[in-house]
């Protein structure tokens, strides 16, 4: 690991932080002027400005903030003895979605530096060390692929497929992990780093409405929806909008308005499937053009693996027949693939004797946590969302629950460093 900051000690009798405080601190930064929400994709300046609030809210806790090879940055309370083995982890994310709420993610990196801030107030000395870790691409929002940090942290990438991601400029990940500081020669799988994990806790804002239902402030999740991400690129003949007959097109975004219907339609007649396409791209998209080529991404989530795969094969049989009826031809490539992940049970059962009020929660949203859960044991923890929504500028944490959020996480953190 690189250490990009000193160790320095935490001015004594400090006061906890406040988890509003803190999102306060940041709420000008990747402020998205069209859909309102945040924009805050990785290695942009915002996503980098909030890295370096990070390192400074760390280093102001007295924490030692370093940035590993996959660019994780990591803000560690070591014990006396400095050993950083069997560590405590937990953090988030400071990415966004474009467009997205501001708590998805920084909540819960914001929660973690409160709960330093409280186990300090209460005088606790870590018997085991502590992290507070910042994933980097987590929605995978920028290079396609969701959890890329803590996909390379685990191995669960290939390296070489993950230099060659390409963002919507068509800039390769190697080159803007480089300029970011980065070497892309060493990124991939941290064998060190992941054998002093000794568990990872993430709080995170629920994403749906399950608290609301509830009437409950926070939750323990059970698990995490098996989801992947496939792109879609149908090819047509490009022609002039004005002097091409009707008869004579070979449009490729009749073909994908159709399909994304027929995506619809599958999910609909497949029960707890979820199916989304949240992002088309015409080829080269001009009002009177028809277009060459379209391409679209398609998210699909369902408990059952097999199941996710069943869809996605008759989703792309159904491309295939669309795309031959207008002219076209279409191709369907995986970006990524989470498979559904049930939290470590030992885990699960210590939080659930630390917070014995939490009911315990699914949820259908991606995680770091997710990533990690077949390496370490891993938990996550739930804050309620008022709107039940998220990816979304209506995303909404109350200012008691966001506090809540942090207090029961450091209850949380406590059981487990005792
Ligand atoms: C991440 O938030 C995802 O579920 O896509
Ligand atoms: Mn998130
Ligand atoms: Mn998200």
């Not at 791209?281 to 391409?295: E, H, K, L």
């Not at 989530?301 to 049989?317: G, K, L, W």
Request: hydrophobic fraction near 40%.
């Amino acid at each position: 690991m690189a250490n990009t900051t000193g160790n320095l000690t935490q001015q004594k009798g400090t006061r906890a932080a406040t988890v509003t405080g803190l999102l306060s601190d940041i709420a000008n930064l990747g402020t998205d002027p069209v859909r309102g929400g945040y924009t805050r994709p990785v290695y942009s300046t915002a996503e980098l400005d909030l890295r370096e609030w990070f390192i400074h809210q760390a280093i102001q806790r007295g924490l030692a903030v370093e940035t590993d090879r996959n660019g994780a940055t990591w803000a560690w309370w070591e014990t006396p003895g400095g050993d950083r083995a069997n560590a405590l982890v937990t953090g988030s994310h400071l990415d966004s979605v474009p467009g997205g709420g501001p708590f998805d993610g920084p909540l819960g990196v914001a929660s973690a530096l409160v709960a330093v801030d409280i186990l300090k107030t209460r005088g606790t000395v870590p018997t085991r060390p502590l992290a507070v870790v910042v994933f980097p691409e987590e929605e995978g929002s920028r290079f396609g692929v969701a959890c890329l940090g803590s996909r390379l942290m685990t191995g669960a990438i290939d390296p070489d497929k993950a230099r060659n991601l390409r963002d919507p400029d068509g800039n390769t990940f190697a080159d803007v992990a480089k300029a970011n500081g980065l070497d892309p020669r060493h990124i991939g799988k941290d064998e060190e780093l992941l054998g002093l994990i000794g568990a990872f806790v993430e709080l995170h804002v629920e994403q749906g409405r399950g608290l609301i239902d509830l009437n409950q402030p926070i939750a323990i999740a059970s698990s995490i929806l098996g989801h992947g991400r496939w792109r879609l690129s149908v090819t047509g003949q490009g022609n002039h909008a004005g002097t091409t007959l009707m008869a004579d097109r070979h449009d490729p975004m009749i073909a994908a308005s159709r399909t994304v219907v027929a995506i619809r339609d599958t999910a609909r007649n497949q029960p707890h499937a979820r199916a989304t396409v949240g992002r088309l791209q015409p080829v080269p998209g001009g009002t009177n053009v028809i277009a060459s080529r379209v391409d679209f991404w398609l998210d699909v989530r369902h408990p059952d693996d097999a199941v996710t795969a069943s869809v996605v094969e008759s989703i792309h049989q159904q491309a295939q027949l669309i795309a031959a009826e207008e002219g076209c031809t279409v191709t369907l490539s995986e970006e990524s693939l989470s498979t559904t992940v049930h939290f470590d049970p030992g885990l699960q059962g210590a939080l659930q004797l630390a917070l014995p009020e939490a009911p315990i929660l699914d949820t259908g949203a991606g995680h770091d946590a997710g990533v990690l859960s077949p390496y370490v044991p891993t938990a996550m923890v739930f804050v309620r969302n008022p709107s039940g929504i998220s990816h979304s500028p209506e995303e909404h944490v109350l200012d008691e629950d966001a506090e809540t959020g942090a207090r029961v996480l450091a209850d949380a953190l406590a059981s487990l460093l005792s």
